[in-house]
């Protein structure tokens, strides 16, 4: 019996040992003029004596609006991450989620709060700096979710160059013109409420335009026929961005853009998110691996 009980304790104990952890701290920024915090999801083997010289991919994962920086792993994602490693359904990659407040991920219109600036210039080569992460795009993903995909979208399709994969789910990708979302800011509409005056109140339209998903996808064409795309949204979402999904898989069709688009039931939801979530993590992972070879 004893001899059972040691045999467990040791099989617990190196499940604990071989656990990923979760490193969160902030980063005072210079751009924006104060801290911001992150957290970063580090695999289990990071740690390890014997992977010390290694560099791993990272994928920087955005949160949505009125989410903040641990949202991910406090929803069920951490438990789905390590359940996927463990079924060897994906490999060892660091996740990185940076606070974002409303910024929607961009440098505001007015430019007092110059997010994309900070993201791009301070952030990832903090992240860089400080964590054992390969430096090259190939080894580079983001991907998020609502806003969070529209900030993933924005990014990868604005600068190509530097990452070589992009998701998201139910990104917030928006049809209507800047004058129809105009009148929908002053409208109590769910999508009215989540748009803020990060674009502009009214809309600057030319600030909408330089940061359009839709746009950026046609201006750089070219360059992103390289990047690896995935991504999902609800039939039954409440701010209709399934509609600009379509449009999104559409266009990138149109310009002969590889990509992987899947629509399906569900709604703008936490429950929704993390039952694609795995999707999310599988595509990643399939797509360091390929690069790494």
């Not at 751009?31 to 010289?53: F, M």
């Not at 900070?118 to 400080?130: A, C, N, Q, W």
């Not at 209507?176 to 748009?195: C, V, Y």
């Not at 335009?209 to 409440?238: H, Q, S, T």
Request: aromatic share 12%; hydrophobic share 40%.
């Amino acid at each position: 019996m004893r001899t059972v009980q040691v045999f467990l304790f040791l099989l617990l104990s190196s499940a604990t040992v071989a656990q990923s952890r979760i490193d969160c701290d902030a980063l005072h920024s210079r751009i924006l003029g104060e801290n911001v915090r992150y957290c970063v999801l580090l695999p289990a083997e990071y740690d390890s004596t014997g992977a010390k010289g290694t560099k791993y991919p990272v994928l920087y994962f955005l949160h949505g609006l009125g989410e903040n920086e641990q949202t991910l792993f406090k929803s069920g994602g951490w438990n789905l991450v390590e359940d996927l490693r463990q079924q060897h359904k994906i490999g060892d990659f660091l996740i990185v989620t940076p606070e974002a407040k409303a910024s929607f991920y961009i440098n505001s219109a007015n430019g007092k709060v110059r997010y994309s600036d900070f993201f791009l210039g301070e952030f990832v080569p903090y992240i860089e700096s400080r964590y054992r992460i390969r430096l090259d795009p190939q080894g580079r993903a983001i991907s998020g979710i609502s806003m969070g995909g529209y900030g993933a979208f924005r990014f990868a399709l604005a600068y190509p160059q530097r990452f070589s994969a992009v998701s998201a789910e139910s990104a917030a990708l928006m049809t209507a013109s800047p004058q129809e979302l105009n009148a929908t800011m002053h409208s109590g509409t769910p999508l009215g409420r989540l748009l803020g005056s990060v674009f502009g109140d009214p809309i600057n339209v030319a600030h909408w335009r330089g940061n359009d998903p839709f746009v950026l996808a046609k201006r750089n064409r070219m360059a992103i026929r390289k990047l690896a795309i995935y991504f999902n949204c609800g039939r039954e979402d409440e701010y209709q961005f399934e509609d600009g999904a379509e449009t999104l898989h559409s266009l990138l069709d149109a310009e002969g853009i590889r990509n992987e688009f899947h629509l399906y039931p569900g709604n703008h939801s936490g429950p929704y998110f993390l039952s694609h979530l795995g999707e999310v993590m599988q595509f990643h992972s399939q797509h360091f691996e390929a690069a790494g070879k």
